[in-house]
């Protein structure tokens, strides 16, 4: 299900692009969705991967839900998460439109200053 943005009204176009946009500020939901890039993980299994209480990335992993970022299922007493690719998608085809195509230099760079950090 590929979500197409530019058909729906402004308010709701720019509401939806204000909560992706909250949503991936923080580091540690960038890294909750970069641990369900390949994954679905339990909330005990992603929080092995940080140092924050559980009720702290519960309130991330309810941002990037917010967001449409993640969806989740229940098994038994677990909550399982997984990225919403198709989301994630339609987003960076929209933020395509303001860069513009982008040259291999800007992309290496990109990678570059990403090693770097």
Not at 22 to 32: P, S, V
């Amino acid at each position: 299900m590929l979500v197409v943005i530019e058909h729906i009204d402004t308010y709701r176009y720019n509401t939806f692009m204000d909560k992706i946009f909250r949503a991936l500020a923080d580091k540690n939901r960038r890294k909750i969705l970069t641990l369900l890039k390949d994954n679905d993980l339990s909330v005990n299994e992603l929080l092995k991967n940080f140092e924050i209480g559980q009720a702290t990335l519960s309130n991330h992993l309810s941002i990037l839900k917010k967001a449409r970022l993640v969806d989740n299922r229940i098994l038994g007493k677990q909550r399982i998460y997984r990225l919403n690719k198709d989301i994630l998608i339609a987003f960076a085809e929209n933020m395509r439109k303001f860069a513009g195509r982008l040259d291999e230099s800007f992309v290496e760079e990109i990678a570059i200053r990403s090693a770097r950090v």
